[in-house]
């Protein structure tokens, strides 16, 4: 979906659903899944219908994802870090953290 | 409760750098927060490292983007401190603890977010440089996975150095979807169609305006120069397009549009909408500051003084945040800001202020020639503000579509706050970011009214999610001022 233009310096590396995404330092979660190929990432609370970022600073809230088991964190907002453990946002926004 | 800041500068873009260290320069102590990780705001975003690291991106951004290293390096001089990674959950006049209003020059309440931890703390003046948004795209289809808008894409461009790299379409109206594309093409990127949805009388509308943009005309003809260029790279660029919608089933695949006389389907991995920015304005609101709606930029922003003051006692707003302007008129904004919350802080006096002011006032003002024309020209349609296709989500989070909107329009809903009781839209996670223009633009529409007196949504802290786990670092707050149990908004009636 996403490609580089720079050879990145740095590398991390997380964990998406079994899948391990390597992304550059400084990306965030939601870049390094759309470098990764990953369009969706949750699926409409209400219709269920998948979505997918839209903004990617912020506002739409649309990236939710589950990062290291807490639910409803923006995944345009956080930087990937090594050994993150991140899923898709299930149904309903899901639990409270 | 850590030690209260004198200064504090929400947002590190243009206009809060220049406020920052316009302040700093003055002697005033500085505390500039921002939720990136580095200075530049949405123009100048990861400046220092693009141009630092990486040599193809800062090529593909193009000359303007280098401005930005010069606003980083000025205010790294200034000596004002820079909290990055900083998210700002809530400014008030309240005090934290006792909920009660502070008196009058006893400085602001923030809530800021740091390191997973909330903390509220206090400054004595404020400049909320906060920047704009995309107005929402309304169009068919707009929900679907790979569909971003236009600044979305640039911040992954400017911000991980990533294109896209499947074929393209472009579509909508603003600046910004001329140099968008232009940045796409430039990288080399498949672009499948880039639709420019400005009417074409919008032209006749806005020559007049090309008059006051006197001596200033270097932003049309750059706007003009991203035209041209496009067509010389063979980019299919089409004007005038009408009923655009998003087509696909589970993704986007495509879009189709009335191009000229013919309606036209072009097939697209990646569907970039933008439709323009407006005002970033969740703090202000939070800290009660009066308001107005713009009819012609079909938005709100704070009602202001000539140095950004507010109607709230303490509280300044520049740039993008106050009226959307462009970069140059945000950092002229910002320098004003600065000042004259060094002279409430008691650097200087107001004379000192005044004579200060002239350049920064004088470099606003120019850049401001050109915004009559450019407010006109791409000026937001009708159906942009109030979709006429019925199916079409309004509000994403709550699934609320115009249908909805409308029906509660004939009931003689009163305005967005109450359509929110009615239908849930604007209670998501976005908190109505993503459809109050449309839920009120619907409402207004159908009530015959004007979007002003219609209204907006009441908008409360917390302004950016905190999780409990975050909340529980709060330290010194007994009673959280109207926060119960923080997540996005929309997570806490399911949970
Ligand atoms: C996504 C996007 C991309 C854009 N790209 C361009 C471009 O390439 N060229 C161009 O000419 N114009 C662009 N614009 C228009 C742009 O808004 C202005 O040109 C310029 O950036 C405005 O400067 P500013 O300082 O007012 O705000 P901004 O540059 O938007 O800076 C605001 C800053 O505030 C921070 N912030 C906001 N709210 C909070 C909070 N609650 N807590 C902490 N930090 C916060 C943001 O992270 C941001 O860094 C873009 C706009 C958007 C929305
Ligand atoms: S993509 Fe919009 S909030 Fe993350």
Redesign the interface.
């Given at each position: 979906?996403?490609?580089?233009?720079?050879a990145?310096?740095a590398h991390v590396t997380f964990d998406f659903e079994g899948r391990s995404i390597h992304a550059?330092v400084?990306?965030?979660v939601a870049?390094?899944l759309?470098?990764a190929g990953v369009?969706?990432?949750r699926r409409?609370?209400?219709?269920g219908?998948?979505?997918?970022?839209?903004?990617?600073?912020?506002?739409?809230?649309?990236c939710?994802v589950e990062i290291d088991g807490?639910?409803?964190r923006?995944a345009?907002?956080t930087?990937a870090r090594d050994g993150m453990r991140v899923r898709r946002q299930r149904g309903?926004?899901?639990?409270?953290? | 409760m850590s030690a209260p800041m004198e200064l504090a500068v929400v947002g590190a873009g243009p206009a809060g750098m220049g406020a920052a260290a316009q302040a700093a320069e003055l002697g005033v102590d500085v505390t500039l927060l921002d939720e990136q990780p580095a200075p530049g705001g949405q123009i100048y975003r990861g400046v220092d490292r693009v141009l630092g690291e990486r040599p193809e991106t800062a090529r593909v951004l193009g000359e303007d983007y280098r401005r930005g290293a010069s606003l980083t390096a000025a205010l790294r001089r200034s000596g004002a401190r820079h909290l990055a990674d900083t998210a700002v959950w809530d400014l008030s006049v309240r005090d934290p603890d006792s909920g009660a209003l502070l008196p009058a020059g006893e400085g602001l309440t923030l809530g800021l977010l740091r390191a997973g931890r909330a903390e509220v703390r206090r400054a004595r003046v404020v400049v909320v440089a906060s920047g704009a948004m995309e107005r929402p795209v309304p169009v068919p289809g707009w929900t679907m996975p790979g569909v971003m808008s236009a600044g979305g894409v640039q911040t992954l461009l400017k911000a991980s150095g990533l294109v896209p790299g499947v074929p393209t379409a472009v579509v909508g109206s603003g600046p910004l979807v001329y140099l968008v594309a232009w940045q796409l093409a430039r990288a080399g990127v498949s672009l499948a169609a880039v639709w420019v949805t400005v009417p074409w009388a919008r032209r006749l509308e806005a020559a007049p305006a090309m008059l006051a943009a006197v001596g200033e005309y270097g932003q049309i003809a750059k706007g003009l120069r991203w035209r041209r260029e496009l067509r010389a790279m063979g980019v299919p660029l089409r004007e005038g397009v009408r009923d655009v919608r998003v087509v696909g089933s589970e993704r986007a695949e495509g879009v189709v549009g009335q191009v000229g006389n013919t309606e036209q389907r072009v097939a697209a991995g990646l569907v970039v909408v933008h439709e323009g920015v407006i005002p970033s304005i969740a703090l202000p609101r939070a800290a009660g500051c009066a308001l107005h709606h713009d009819a012609l930029r079909a938005a709100w922003a704070p009602r202001t003084d000539r140095f950004g003051a507010t109607s709230v006692d303490g509280v300044l707003v520049a740039g993008d945040a106050g009226g959307v302007a462009g970069a140059l008129a945000a950092e002229a904004a910002g320098r004003l800001a600065g000042l004259e919350a060094a002279r409430r802080l008691g650097r200087i006096d107001a004379g000192t202020r005044d004579r200060l002011a002239l350049a920064p006032r004088r470099a606003l003002e120019r850049a401001l020639r050109v915004r009559p024309f450019l407010d006109r020209l791409f000026r937001p349609r009708a159906e942009v503000l109030a979709p006429v296709d019925e199916a079409v989500v309004a509000c994403r989070c709550e699934g609320v579509t115009v249908a909805t909107l409308r029906r509660l329009a004939r009931a003689g809903c009163a305005g967005p706050n109450q359509a929110k009781a009615f239908s849930r839209c604007g209670m998501g996670p976005c908190q109505g970011r993503m459809c109050e223009s449309t839920v009120a633009g619907v409402l207004a529409a159908g009530l015959r009214r004007d979007v002003e007196s219609v209204g907006g949504y009441r908008v409360r802290a917390p302004v950016k999610p905190l999780t409990v786990g975050e909340l529980a670092g709060l330290a010194g707050l007994d009673t959280p001022p109207e926060i119960v149990g923080g997540v996005p908004i929309g997570a806490r009636r399911r949970a």
């Amino acid at each position: 979906m996403f490609q580089r233009l720079d050879a990145p310096s740095a590398h991390v590396t997380f964990d998406f659903e079994g899948r391990s995404i390597h992304a550059a330092v400084g990306d965030s979660v939601a870049a390094a899944l759309l470098a990764a190929g990953v369009v969706d990432l949750r699926r409409s609370p209400v219709g269920g219908e998948p979505r997918g970022p839209w903004c990617l600073i912020g506002n739409c809230f649309e990236c939710l994802v589950e990062i290291d088991g807490v639910p409803s964190r923006q995944a345009c907002m956080t930087l990937a870090r090594d050994g993150m453990r991140v899923r898709r946002q299930r149904g309903a926004a899901g639990a409270r953290a | 409760m850590s030690a209260p800041m004198e200064l504090a500068v929400v947002g590190a873009g243009p206009a809060g750098m220049g406020a920052a260290a316009q302040a700093a320069e003055l002697g005033v102590d500085v505390t500039l927060l921002d939720e990136q990780p580095a200075p530049g705001g949405q123009i100048y975003r990861g400046v220092d490292r693009v141009l630092g690291e990486r040599p193809e991106t800062a090529r593909v951004l193009g000359e303007d983007y280098r401005r930005g290293a010069s606003l980083t390096a000025a205010l790294r001089r200034s000596g004002a401190r820079h909290l990055a990674d900083t998210a700002v959950w809530d400014l008030s006049v309240r005090d934290p603890d006792s909920g009660a209003l502070l008196p009058a020059g006893e400085g602001l309440t923030l809530g800021l977010l740091r390191a997973g931890r909330a903390e509220v703390r206090r400054a004595r003046v404020v400049v909320v440089a906060s920047g704009a948004m995309e107005r929402p795209v309304p169009v068919p289809g707009w929900t679907m996975p790979g569909v971003m808008s236009a600044g979305g894409v640039q911040t992954l461009l400017k911000a991980s150095g990533l294109v896209p790299g499947v074929p393209t379409a472009v579509v909508g109206s603003g600046p910004l979807v001329y140099l968008v594309a232009w940045q796409l093409a430039r990288a080399g990127v498949s672009l499948a169609a880039v639709w420019v949805t400005v009417p074409w009388a919008r032209r006749l509308e806005a020559a007049p305006a090309m008059l006051a943009a006197v001596g200033e005309y270097g932003q049309i003809a750059k706007g003009l120069r991203w035209r041209r260029e496009l067509r010389a790279m063979g980019v299919p660029l089409r004007e005038g397009v009408r009923d655009v919608r998003v087509v696909g089933s589970e993704r986007a695949e495509g879009v189709v549009g009335q191009v000229g006389n013919t309606e036209q389907r072009v097939a697209a991995g990646l569907v970039v909408v933008h439709e323009g920015v407006i005002p970033s304005i969740a703090l202000p609101r939070a800290a009660g500051c009066a308001l107005h709606h713009d009819a012609l930029r079909a938005a709100w922003a704070p009602r202001t003084d000539r140095f950004g003051a507010t109607s709230v006692d303490g509280v300044l707003v520049a740039g993008d945040a106050g009226g959307v302007a462009g970069a140059l008129a945000a950092e002229a904004a910002g320098r004003l800001a600065g000042l004259e919350a060094a002279r409430r802080l008691g650097r200087i006096d107001a004379g000192t202020r005044d004579r200060l002011a002239l350049a920064p006032r004088r470099a606003l003002e120019r850049a401001l020639r050109v915004r009559p024309f450019l407010d006109r020209l791409f000026r937001p349609r009708a159906e942009v503000l109030a979709p006429v296709d019925e199916a079409v989500v309004a509000c994403r989070c709550e699934g609320v579509t115009v249908a909805t909107l409308r029906r509660l329009a004939r009931a003689g809903c009163a305005g967005p706050n109450q359509a929110k009781a009615f239908s849930r839209c604007g209670m998501g996670p976005c908190q109505g970011r993503m459809c109050e223009s449309t839920v009120a633009g619907v409402l207004a529409a159908g009530l015959r009214r004007d979007v002003e007196s219609v209204g907006g949504y009441r908008v409360r802290a917390p302004v950016k999610p905190l999780t409990v786990g975050e909340l529980a670092g709060l330290a010194g707050l007994d009673t959280p001022p109207e926060i119960v149990g923080g997540v996005p908004i929309g997570a806490r009636r399911r949970a």
